[in-house]
């Protein structure tokens, strides 16, 4: 397969998307509370906010919503915040 072709199918791949999307979110928030001295009370926040909002809240109000859809989600915000707290003590 091409680079070009493995690409565009990867950029199409909704699941790939919705991972990319809340990875970044909950990067950005935690990367930018270690500006302010946060960063780890603010990634716990993140892991528990998110796992509340993927396991409860999209379970009762949004439509099609499956385990793995939460999981996936939830685990791209858990990874965010954990890559954010590792740029952050790396010297």
Known sequence: MKISAWI???GSN???IAFMAHFWFSYS???TSI????GLRTAMAVVVLAMIKEFWFDKHYEANQAFRNNLLDWVGYAAGAAL???VAVIP
């Open 8 to 10: 565009a199918k990867t």
């Open 14 to 16: 909704l699941n790939f």
């Open 29 to 31: 928030v935690v990367f």
């Open 35 to 38: 500006h302010f001295k946060l």
């Open 84 to 86: 954010a707290v590792a």
